[in-house]
């Protein structure tokens, strides 16, 4: 039975949720020092209108701070670890529909305003990141029972009934 | 009678087994229950949590970047002082540049370009409109695109447009390195005397940053127009692809018509 599943087994879900989780937190903590590069960022996508590109430009990078804490903390995670993915769906959407236009953006994904020196893209590098962030986050809703996760301490110890539900 | 008696107390521990397990299973049902209670309040408070973040979020950034009432624009401006024209206001041609003086792709273009362009203006078929850009700041180079394109803000505002062309000049062939340290106030405010600023209040701009919040409204103003790569070059609006002399030529030719 799967309950009886190596606890190692459980390890490489903490380094994903770490992962994920880490570099959700750092992306949105970058934003949030020069709102305005966040405006810059979002709206040079062309994809949203004028009154949408400063919410977003503010939202989401608290969004994103929100879900890496989250996974960090090891709370929620199989919600939060869909949220990074649906997230992360957008941005390889976002970035792709940017490269298929041709248009000259940084993503904005660490911070930064979106412009770069001409002919400086970096598309191929932006999707690859990702996709890989994406596999993670699927992994990690399909399979969300790990180590040092905190979840516990909101929903109480799991029931062993859950706990072979749960796998 | 020990049979019955063996089958009686077999009975009762069946009978407690039974029990225990109904209890457990009770128990264990309980149990699911409180932690899907808890569960269902726990999310509800992070959905709460989280989307109250958002909403202060958006608040708190939207007042950090909504610009000060009284804007402090150079002078010698044009477009709601976001552009700084060189050149006669009837050129058949207008030249749209978008440029941060940081940024080593426009001194490559101005050093490549930038005299082609000059003839150009000096001829006067084409006015240039220069919007500046100020998105290379870092904390090593003393945010360099910021404090040199309020010296350009400063020298305009001082002596106009051809002081700022040669200002332009000197600051495109003696831009920093990229990871350098920038140049210092005192270098920016000896380039703005060698260009023709030479009031004694440039010094003073340059180092208070006085068109500070211009150079942030100006960097906007161009994530507006859609620029987004430095350089940008539009001839009559159409964006230049070939940043050469001879495509820069072609392309202010054809507009001429």
Known sequence: ?167 | MPADGKSGSSKRAAAQRRIAEKRAAEAAARAHAERRRRTVIGSAVAAVLVLVAVVVGIVVQTQRTSAPAKLAIPAHTVDSGYAIPVGTAGAKVTVDLYEDFQCPNCKAFEDASGSTLARFVAAGTVQARYHGMAFLDTAANHNYSTRALNAAGAVVDDAGSTAFQKFHLLLFANQPPETGGGLSDAQLTSYAHQAGATDAKVATEIKDLTFGEWVKASTDQASKDGVTSTPTVLVDGKRLTDLSPAGLTAAVNTAKG
């Open chain 1, 1 to 167: 039975m799967e309950r009886n599943r190596p606890v190692l087994a459980l390890w490489p879900a903490t380094l994903a949720r770490l992962v994920l989780g880490g570099v959700f937190v750092v992306a949105g903590l970058l934003k949030l020092p020069d709102p305005a590069a966040a405006v810059r960022a979002v709206r040079a996508y062309r994809l949203l209108p004028e009154a949408l590109v400063g919410p977003v430009a503010f939202g989401l990078p608290v969004l994103e701070i929100a879900v890496g804490v989250a996974l960090v903390a090891g709370v929620f995670v199989r919600t939060a670890a869909i949220a990074s993915a649906v997230l992360l769906t957008v941005f390889v959407v976002a970035v792709g529909s940017a490269w298929a236009r041709g248009l000259q953006i940084d993503c904005g994904c660490f911070g930064n305003g979106g412009q770069v020196a001409a002919g400086d893209t970096a598309y191929p590098a932006e999707v690859a990141r990702d996709v890989g962030l994406l596999i993670v986050a699927l992994a990690l809703a399909r399979w969300p029972r790990s180590r040092l996760a905190l979840g516990h301490l909101i929903t109480g110890p799991s029931t062993e009934k859950e706990l072979s539900r749960a796998r």
